[in-house]
């Protein structure tokens, strides 16, 4: 069983910058990739950044430049800088990740909670 616990979020205006962080806690033996997702009301749940176990990193084309995915594995712990903030940016931002117990177990997907993030004048 592994925990996400996200946070960072809160009230920016446009053009500013916030850092999420993501801590895991719990069974963990390896992590795999780590993903940032984000949610609108009403709107589908959207893909944002990844960083896979080699560091490898891709983003969604709305927040190419801007916005970066790093990971501490030291720490179980990945984070999303954010700048240069949109309005349309505002969401709940979520944590995924892929995590195994051992060697002999199966890889397991685990989300956060999710934090929000609100960019408004």
């Known amino acids: 069983q592994v925990q996400l616990v996200e946070s960072g979020g809160g009230l920016v205006q446009p053009g500013g910058s916030l850092r999420l962080s993501c801590a895991a806690s719990g069974s963990i033996f390896r992590i795999g990739a780590m993903n940032w997702y984000r949610q609108a009301p009403g709107k589908e749940r959207e893909f944002i950044a990844i960083?896979?176990?080699?560091?490898?990193?891709r983003y969604a084309d709305s927040v190419k430049g801007r916005f970066t995915i790093s990971r501490d594995n030291a720490k179980n712990t990945v984070y999303l800088q954010m700048n240069s903030l949109k309005p349309e940016d505002t969401a709940v931002y979520y944590c995924k990740g892929s995590f195994t117990a051992s060697d002999y177990d199966p890889w397991k997907d685990y989300w956060g909670k999710g934090t929000l993030v609100t960019v408004s004048s």
């Open positions: 960083i896979t176990s080699g560091g490898i990193k």
